[in-house]
């Protein structure tokens, strides 16, 4: 047995990821950032303090622990470094942090381009965050990406620039944008590589030794498993797979070095950007939840839609990525809550599903079938140290949701800071 854990968002991203993991990596030596870019925004209390993650892994603010960026992220250098001084300003020595020398570079020109297709797009745009993730994903399998290990050798980099700059240039053009100057990327990089530079090394070889030596690893994903590029609401999902069955290939580990798979998962639903959402609650029961649960996206302070917990999708997601363990967040925000409901089916063209249609224009045809439950009291949430210590109708909801997905509720969530987290079952 191994002493690793997934963590995934079982829903759109944003279900309070950030905190559970910081939370766990007190009880871990390495954090390990899978997927996903500087798209993503963790945001984690600690002593009050709010911080705003966005690549660095939640971590970060735990002393003693080893942060891991592995292959499978994309990585803005620019905005990497502005994130490091934000959290670390003076005290950079206390962040450790390796980033793999496979893990691709998010340029300037992914970011022109994701607004400029985006812009094409008109009224099908995705709803991106224009973090250039699309563009920089895209240009990996296109085997046109520039690595992190490419800026340790100045002559391989200025190479791979004169390579790849022609082309971006052409399209930049083609879609109305201004091109890059190759000079002043060059000379930013390089500004950018002396900072990094302490940092570059083989993750792979780093986790498969720390797996070796019985090492507790958390690994982190980003975003949620709705929005994999191959088992999300396609095409309004990112540009990879921040799911657990991802994270051999993103950190180049065996898979069944993999021992508990952990969905974080909100009492309700929310999105941000396009995309279906069958139980959404565009109305004043959505207005209410977003006002209690801060329901507005840390990186791009959008409003985030609301909705019923719809447990045929989470229900596939926990699945297809074989969770053992829940992790419920944003409880609090149901007390008083009326009219409380989860989706538990749906109505496609008259006939009753309780699977995920491939196609969105399928999608955007299902109607949910709601279960109904009671009211949750407001409750002292100091005195909530075993299950039965949550009012009864809590206990309905929650027990629902476990026997729904298969799965044991091990920790629940009762408020943002680290103190306010309760823990039924020891998952690392
Ligand atoms: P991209 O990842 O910026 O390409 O955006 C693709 C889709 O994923 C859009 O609908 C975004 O709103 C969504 N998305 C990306 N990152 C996050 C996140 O961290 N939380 C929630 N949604 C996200």
Redesign the pocket.
Known sequence: MYSTIAIEGSQ???EGKGKITDYLANKADIVCRYQ?GN???HTVEVNGIKHALRSLPSGCFVSGVVNVIANGVVINPFALLEEIDENFHGHENDLKLLISDRAHLILPYHIAL?EAIENNLGDNK??????G??PCYSDKALRLGIRVGDLLDKDYLLSRLKTVLPVKNKELIALGKDPIIIDDLYASLLAAAERLKPHITDTSVYLNAAIDDGKKIVFEG???SL?DLDHGTYP????SSPTSISIPLNTGIAPQKINRVVAIMKSYMT?????PMPSEQNNEWGNTIREKGHEY?V?TKRPRRVGYLDLVLVGYTCKITGVTDLAITLFDVLENVSDLKICIAYKLDGKVITNLPASASDYARCVPIYKSFKTIPEFDKTKIKVFSDLPVEAQEYLSFIADTLHARISILSLGPDRSETVVFNEVI
């Open positions: 759109f991203g944003d996903g798209n993503a925004g994701d995705i709803g991106t965050t224009h973090r993730i699309g980003a975003q949620g929005l309004f999902v990112t540009s999105r941000v950007g396009e995309g996206g990186v």
